[in-house]
T-cell receptor
Framework: QKEVEQDPGPLSVPEGAIVSLNCTYS??????FMWYRQYSRKGPELLMY????GNKEDGRFTAQVDKSSKYISLFIRDSQPSDSATYLC??????????FGQGTELSVKP | GAVVSQHPSRVICKSGTSVKIECRSL??????MFWYRQFPKQSLMLMAT?????????EQGVEKDKFLINHASLTLSTLTVTSAHPEDSSFYIC???????????FGSGTQLSVL
């Protein structure tokens, strides 16, 4: 079992839809949770960073972490064609390696 | 967010030559940097972890003599692909751990093509 599991998709939604991206993890020691966005042939860009459980909102993006169920979510409201990219969830413990999910390819259609 | 600069963005070389890729943290000090390799439609594969002033730690299956990593300062790490072969062609990405927490910031990546 991989330490961080993510459905690779692809996921296709119409413009304006709410997008829900999800990951599960197995290591109870993970405390730091991140979401990255990666455009083709570019480096990943840090979107959201969460420590421990809870919600975090930044503009159209909301990240949720439920440590009791080891579940990580990213919601994108009012999705735009420019949101089309691969989204990677990642987790780590303090000072440890960042473990990535497989990435979900998202396409937002105009 | 913090800025990590990676150069070159693209390199084409002949088989047998060596290629050096630079990774710089521009506005923070990075005691730890990471090097990843990524194949098309796949996630990031960690190759090695480098700590400033010490030898890099390589992941299982990564040839340390082929992929030389140097982290000589708090803002610069380099990856040298020695005697490159076509199978080394890939997208290489560096990242640096922010000095004020656990956030990891990535460079823009280097597309290596070995002919």
């Amino acid at each position: 079992q991989k330490e961080v599991e993510q459905d690779p998709g692809p996921l296709s939604v119409p413009e304006g839809a709410i997008v829900s991206l999800n990951c599960t993890y197995s290591n109870s020691a993970f405390q730091y949770f991140m979401w990255y966005r990666q455009y083709s042939r570019k480096g990943p860009e840090l979107l959201m960073y969460t420590y421990s459980s809870g919600n975090k909102e930044d503009g159209r993006f909301t990240a949720q972490v439920d440590k009791s169920s080891k579940y990580i979510s990213l919601f994108i409201r009012d999705s735009q064609p420019s949101d089309s990219a691969t989204y990677l969830c990642a987790s780590s413990n303090q000072g440890g390696k960042l473990i990535f999910g497989q990435g979900t390819e998202l396409s937002v259609k105009p | 967010g913090a800025v990590v600069s990676q150069h070159p963005s693209r390199v084409i070389c002949k088989s047998g030559t060596s290629v050096k890729i630079e990774c710089r943290s521009l506005d923070f000090q990075a005691t730890t940097m990471f090097w990843y390799r990524q194949f098309p439609k796949q996630s990031l594969m960690l190759m090695a972890t480098s700590n400033e002033g010490s030898k890099a730690t390589y992941e299982q299956g990564v040839e340390k003599d082929k992929f030389l990593i140097n982290h000589a300062s708090l803002t610069l790490s380099t990856l040298t692909v020695t005697s490159a072969h076509p199978e080394d062609s890939s997208f290489y990405i560096c990242s640096a751990r922010w000095d004020r927490g656990e956030k990891l910031f990535f460079g823009s990546g280097t597309q290596l093509s070995v002919l």
